[in-house]
Protein backbone atom coordinates (compact mmCIF):
# COMPACT_ATOMS: atom_id res chain seq x y z
CA UNK A 1 0.00 0.00 0.00
CA UNK A 2 1.52 3.47 -0.60
CA UNK A 3 1.83 5.78 2.04
CA UNK A 4 -0.02 8.70 0.51
CA UNK A 5 -2.85 7.48 -2.08
CA UNK A 6 -4.88 9.88 -3.65
CA UNK A 7 -7.21 9.46 -7.03
CA UNK A 8 -5.32 9.88 -10.18
CA UNK A 9 -7.65 11.58 -11.94
CA UNK A 10 -8.25 13.09 -14.57
CA UNK A 11 -11.19 15.21 -13.41
CA UNK A 12 -13.37 17.53 -16.43
CA UNK A 13 -15.21 19.68 -14.69
CA UNK A 14 -16.51 22.98 -16.29
CA UNK A 15 -15.47 26.71 -14.77
CA UNK A 16 -17.46 27.32 -12.09
CA UNK A 17 -18.23 23.85 -10.67
CA UNK A 18 -17.34 22.62 -7.29
CA UNK A 19 -14.28 19.83 -7.88
CA UNK A 20 -13.41 18.21 -4.01
CA UNK A 21 -10.32 15.63 -3.95
CA UNK A 22 -9.58 12.96 -1.30
CA UNK A 23 -6.47 11.39 -0.13
CA UNK A 24 -5.25 8.69 2.44
CA UNK A 25 -2.54 8.52 4.68
CA UNK A 26 -1.32 5.35 6.41
CA UNK A 27 1.12 6.28 8.90
CA UNK A 28 -1.10 7.45 11.76
CA UNK A 29 2.10 8.95 13.50
CA UNK A 30 1.65 11.55 10.22
CA UNK A 31 2.28 15.10 12.15
CA UNK A 32 1.80 17.94 9.48
CA UNK A 33 -0.12 17.82 5.75
CA UNK A 34 0.04 20.06 3.00
CA UNK A 35 -1.70 20.18 -0.61
CA UNK A 36 0.87 21.53 -3.33
CA UNK A 37 0.13 22.27 -6.77
CA UNK A 38 1.82 21.34 -9.69
CA UNK A 39 1.82 22.23 -13.20
CA UNK A 40 2.45 20.64 -16.05
CA UNK A 41 7.01 20.42 -16.41
CA UNK A 42 7.05 22.73 -13.71
CA UNK A 43 8.13 22.17 -9.88
CA UNK A 44 5.82 21.97 -7.36
CA UNK A 45 4.29 24.68 -5.45
CA UNK A 46 3.05 24.73 -1.88
CA UNK A 47 -1.18 25.60 -1.93
CA UNK A 48 -1.79 25.48 1.13
CA UNK A 49 -1.31 23.75 4.82
CA UNK A 50 -3.79 21.44 6.34
CA UNK A 51 -4.78 21.82 9.83
CA UNK A 52 -6.89 19.32 11.92
CA UNK A 53 -9.87 22.45 12.21
CA UNK A 54 -9.49 22.95 8.83
CA UNK A 55 -8.46 26.11 6.48
CA UNK A 56 -9.88 28.22 4.14
CA UNK A 57 -7.92 30.45 1.69
CA UNK A 58 -10.26 32.33 -1.25
CA UNK A 59 -12.17 29.57 -2.95
CA UNK A 60 -9.63 26.41 -1.56
CA UNK A 61 -10.55 24.40 1.85
CA UNK A 62 -8.95 21.91 3.24
CA UNK A 63 -9.31 19.10 5.85
CA UNK A 64 -8.27 16.89 7.75
CA UNK A 65 -9.56 13.96 9.54
CA UNK A 66 -6.85 12.31 11.52
CA UNK A 67 -9.11 9.78 13.14
CA UNK A 68 -9.56 8.14 9.35
CA UNK A 69 -6.64 9.38 7.81
CA UNK A 70 -7.99 11.19 5.20
CA UNK A 71 -7.16 14.12 3.85
CA UNK A 72 -9.55 16.68 1.28
CA UNK A 73 -9.56 19.56 -0.87
CA UNK A 74 -12.66 21.83 -2.14
CA UNK A 75 -12.14 24.13 -4.96
CA UNK A 76 -15.21 26.14 -5.32
CA UNK A 77 -15.73 28.43 -8.80
CA UNK A 78 -13.52 26.46 -10.58
CA UNK A 79 -11.61 29.00 -12.96
CA UNK A 80 -9.55 27.47 -15.74
CA UNK A 81 -6.17 28.66 -14.46
CA UNK A 82 -7.00 25.37 -11.97
CA UNK A 83 -6.17 23.12 -14.29
CA UNK A 84 -2.87 21.55 -12.80
CA UNK A 85 -2.21 18.58 -10.74
CA UNK A 86 -2.76 18.41 -6.99
CA UNK A 87 0.15 16.61 -5.01
CA UNK A 88 -1.55 15.61 -1.31
CA UNK A 89 1.56 15.89 0.85
CA UNK A 90 2.27 14.08 4.36
CA UNK A 91 4.78 14.90 6.93
CA UNK A 92 5.89 11.99 8.73
CA UNK A 93 8.06 13.37 11.50
CA UNK A 94 11.42 13.20 12.35
CA UNK A 95 12.65 15.90 10.13
CA UNK A 96 10.96 17.50 7.21
CA UNK A 97 10.93 15.21 5.23
CA UNK A 98 7.96 15.04 2.40
CA UNK A 99 6.09 11.88 1.13
CA UNK A 100 3.66 12.58 -1.65
CA UNK A 101 0.94 10.97 -3.18
CA UNK A 102 0.91 10.36 -6.91
CA UNK A 103 -1.12 13.68 -7.80
CA UNK A 104 -4.91 14.09 -8.90
CA UNK A 105 -5.18 15.93 -12.46
CA UNK A 106 -8.06 18.56 -12.55
CA UNK A 107 -8.59 19.72 -15.66
CA UNK A 108 -11.46 22.84 -16.00
CA UNK A 109 -13.01 23.40 -19.12
CA UNK A 110 -14.84 26.17 -20.82
CA UNK B 1 14.05 37.56 -4.52
CA UNK B 2 15.83 34.84 -6.31
CA UNK B 3 14.61 31.42 -6.33
CA UNK B 4 15.88 27.91 -6.11
CA UNK B 5 17.65 27.31 -8.82
CA UNK B 6 19.31 24.34 -10.47
CA UNK B 7 21.58 23.07 -13.34
CA UNK B 8 21.63 21.73 -15.73
CA UNK B 9 17.98 22.00 -16.99
CA UNK B 10 18.02 18.59 -19.14
CA UNK B 11 20.79 15.99 -19.11
CA UNK B 12 21.54 13.27 -21.56
CA UNK B 13 23.82 10.54 -20.78
CA UNK B 14 24.95 7.01 -22.03
CA UNK B 15 24.26 4.10 -19.04
CA UNK B 16 27.75 3.81 -17.15
CA UNK B 17 28.19 7.51 -16.76
CA UNK B 18 28.75 9.57 -14.06
CA UNK B 19 26.47 12.98 -14.07
CA UNK B 20 26.03 15.64 -11.12
CA UNK B 21 23.31 17.90 -10.59
CA UNK B 22 23.44 21.02 -8.83
CA UNK B 23 21.42 23.39 -6.42
CA UNK B 24 20.93 26.64 -5.22
CA UNK B 25 19.39 27.14 -2.73
CA UNK B 26 17.11 29.87 -1.45
CA UNK B 27 20.15 32.41 0.23
CA UNK B 28 19.36 32.12 4.17
CA UNK B 29 18.07 28.77 3.60
CA UNK B 30 20.05 26.39 6.46
CA UNK B 31 17.70 23.50 5.09
CA UNK B 32 17.96 21.92 1.41
CA UNK B 33 16.69 18.82 0.01
CA UNK B 34 16.87 16.29 -2.86
CA UNK B 35 13.55 14.29 -4.67
CA UNK B 36 13.11 12.58 -7.79
CA UNK B 37 10.05 12.07 -9.47
CA UNK B 38 9.96 9.16 -12.25
CA UNK B 39 7.20 9.25 -15.02
CA UNK B 40 4.08 8.37 -13.62
CA UNK B 41 5.40 8.41 -9.34
CA UNK B 42 5.34 10.66 -6.82
CA UNK B 43 7.86 12.68 -5.61
CA UNK B 44 10.46 10.24 -3.91
CA UNK B 45 12.87 11.59 -0.87
CA UNK B 46 16.46 11.36 -1.62
CA UNK B 47 18.11 13.24 0.89
CA UNK B 48 17.91 16.34 3.12
CA UNK B 49 20.68 18.99 4.61
CA UNK B 50 20.00 21.11 7.87
CA UNK B 51 23.11 23.47 8.67
CA UNK B 52 26.33 21.51 9.95
CA UNK B 53 24.46 18.41 10.75
CA UNK B 54 24.97 15.22 9.31
CA UNK B 55 22.92 14.69 6.29
CA UNK B 56 20.23 12.47 6.44
CA UNK B 57 20.55 9.95 3.37
CA UNK B 58 18.01 7.83 4.49
CA UNK B 59 16.25 8.29 0.66
CA UNK B 60 19.29 7.04 -1.31
CA UNK B 61 18.23 4.38 -3.30
CA UNK B 62 21.85 3.05 -3.55
CA UNK B 63 25.19 3.85 -3.17
CA UNK B 64 25.53 4.89 -6.31
CA UNK B 65 23.75 8.45 -4.93
CA UNK B 66 25.67 10.78 -3.48
CA UNK B 67 25.40 14.10 -2.41
CA UNK B 68 27.27 17.25 -0.64
CA UNK B 69 26.58 20.77 0.32
CA UNK B 70 29.49 23.33 0.50
CA UNK B 71 29.40 26.08 2.55
CA UNK B 72 26.08 25.55 3.63
CA UNK B 73 24.87 26.53 0.33
CA UNK B 74 25.44 25.01 -3.25
CA UNK B 75 24.52 21.48 -3.30
CA UNK B 76 25.80 19.31 -5.93
CA UNK B 77 23.95 15.42 -6.30
CA UNK B 78 26.02 12.74 -7.80
CA UNK B 79 25.08 9.67 -9.43
CA UNK B 80 27.82 6.87 -10.61
CA UNK B 81 27.25 4.20 -13.22
CA UNK B 82 24.35 5.60 -14.05
CA UNK B 83 21.12 3.14 -14.77
CA UNK B 84 18.28 3.65 -17.13
CA UNK B 85 16.04 3.17 -14.28
CA UNK B 86 17.72 6.95 -13.19
CA UNK B 87 15.59 8.52 -15.83
CA UNK B 88 14.05 10.79 -14.09
CA UNK B 89 12.98 14.62 -12.71
CA UNK B 90 15.60 15.63 -10.10
CA UNK B 91 14.15 18.31 -7.93
CA UNK B 92 15.83 20.44 -5.22
CA UNK B 93 13.78 22.40 -2.48
CA UNK B 94 14.98 24.76 0.83
CA UNK B 95 13.13 25.94 3.64
CA UNK B 96 14.16 28.15 6.51
CA UNK B 97 14.60 26.12 8.55
CA UNK B 98 13.25 22.13 9.66
CA UNK B 99 9.82 22.76 11.43
CA UNK B 100 7.57 20.72 10.10
CA UNK B 101 5.29 23.22 8.70
CA UNK B 102 8.18 25.23 6.61
CA UNK B 103 7.24 25.69 3.37
CA UNK B 104 9.73 23.91 0.88
CA UNK B 105 10.18 26.32 -2.31
CA UNK B 106 11.44 23.89 -5.11
CA UNK B 107 13.47 24.72 -7.80
CA UNK B 108 12.96 23.60 -11.50
CA UNK B 109 14.14 20.29 -11.55
CA UNK B 110 17.00 18.47 -13.84
CA UNK B 111 15.01 16.09 -16.34
CA UNK B 112 17.95 13.15 -16.46
CA UNK B 113 17.48 10.60 -19.22
CA UNK B 114 20.01 7.77 -19.48
CA UNK B 115 20.41 5.92 -23.26
Known amino acids: RKEVEQDPGPFNVPEGATVAFNCTYS??????FFWYRQDCRKEPKLLMS???SGNEDGRFTAQLNRASQYISLLIRDSKLSDSATYLC???????????FGTGTQLKVEL | GAGVSQSPSNKVTEKGKDVELRCDPI?????LYWYRQSLGQGLEFLIY????????KSGLPSDRFSAERTGGSVSTLTIQRTQQEDSAVYLC?????????????FGPGTRLLVL
Open chain 2, 49 to 56: FQGNSAPD
Open chain 2, 93 to 105: ASSEGVWQQETQY
Open chain 2, 27 to 31: SGHTA
Open chain 1, 50 to 52: VYS
Open chain 1, 89 to 99: VVNKGGGNKLT
Open chain 1, 27 to 32: NSASQS
